[in-house]
């Protein structure tokens, strides 16, 4: 059977990949994904080919590693973090009906969400919320309404796509919301370029994240009513202190 | 400095965890964990020695990792998917005062939301929360709470700790308050044993899920309004589909 992995890499470090992931990058003839993803893994296998396309250009890329795949190669299509979460396992499938029939596997890989709280400390030892900030393919209203649900009922938050050139102020606009049910107070962080060269990330309070500039490559952690700074670490208590 | 790894393993089987972790286990004089989950991993370690605790001496477990590692061993604290969610990095961090100084180094994983995400197809494409149903250390009106903020936002939503033998209504329970703002028809799956031997995995509807019997080996997964079964698959599209 013809065969497309879609494979989430990680947060970046060729070290950061699960065995699993890296096996299919093996098996794969071919390479295919979004230039900063494929650079990422090219350079462990000279010679092999790599298909890319520009950024935004999602479904050319999708259709691209299909059409390869469908053809009798094996194909790698890879992810920044998980194949799933914000990646083109969903595109793939959406558009597999287009061509003759393909095995697809879906690879998971370290979500953003999950490798930047491993930087903060343990912001999401409890129930969390995963939001992208990016209305590029989601009305602005119900991104609005996650953040206002998110915030009412407590729930730590990663923020994914905080911010881009054109969207310079919805770092704020969600801080906006968060701030009308959670305290100014509440502790949050950052983290950007996980697990690449000039990681760096940060401790601050809600209010204080207001008026923080990030980038497109930053994940950012609100932390619930329970989550505490400890020894510089952003700690989200599972309750278990009630028994110590 | 003294060393503690507290590291994911993702789903369970060795393939599914990262380099990072294979490293840091390597490196440990000392594995510890809860015995399931080292499991996992002593037999890759002959000989290597393996410090355990039961199922909910987690506080014991931790303090005992601790006490190893300040007293001169590397230790490596193992967790099922990650190290942070629902893991025992937040009781190390809460615990570490207790002891001299150690190096605290949280090694990511793939938790099951995303591992399980990747069996069921793409259903945590867009923004979704995680919940976990078990209500040991999270009073049952929060999670209602979150239950409730969950569905009217219209989340994806991935449930841990679904059932065990003294909740095993809470699914259903679970279900009522999601019915409360979805469709009976809303996309549904679960997977059980995710990366092991007898891995099972179903997609059904929310109507369906209320009276499914699952285990505490189960995650479940529940679509936003967007979510749909494709030739067998639960995908959640991001919006791309506007441009097809």
Avoid at 51 to 62: F, K, V, Y
Avoid at 150 to 168: H, M
Avoid at 194 to 223: C, N, S, Y
């Amino acid at each position: 059977m013809k065969k497309l992995y879609v494979v989430g890499l990680g947060p970046g470090e060729p070290a950061g990949m699960t065995y699993r992931a890296r096996a299919a990058l093996d098996k794969a003839d071919v390479l295919c994904g979004y230039t900063v993803y494929t650079d990422l893994v090219a350079p462990l296998y000279p010679g092999k080919e790599v298909l890319t396309t520009p950024m935004r250009r999602e479904i050319d890329r999708c259709r691209m590693a299909l059409e390869r795949a469908a053809g009798g190669d094996t194909v790698a299509m890879v992810c920044s973090g998980d194949a799933g979460v914000y990646g083109m396992a969903c595109l793939i499938y959406q558009l597999a009906g287009e061509f003759p029939p393909v095995d697809i596997e879906i690879v998971p890989g370290v979500t953003a969400a999950v490798s930047g709280a491993a930087v903060l400390g343990a912001p999401l030892s409890h129930d969390f919320c995963v939001i992208s900030l990016s209305d590029l393919l989601t009305p602005w209203e119900t991104i609005e309404k996650r953040l206002r649900a998110a915030g009412e009922a407590d729930f730590c938050i990663a923020l994914y796509n905080p911010a881009s050139r054109k969207r310079a102020d919805y770092l704020r606009r969600a801080c906006a919301i968060l701030l009308e049910s959670r305290s100014p107070e509440t502790v949050c962080g950052w983290v950007r370029s996980i697990g690449r060269d000039g990681q760096t990330a940060k401790l601050l309070t809600l209010a204080q994240l207001q008026d923080e500039t990030v980038d497109m490559f930053t994940t950012v952690f609100i932390g619930s009513s329970q989550t505490r700074a400890l020894d510089g670490k952003m700690v989200t208590p599972r309750g278990y202190e009630a028994k110590l």
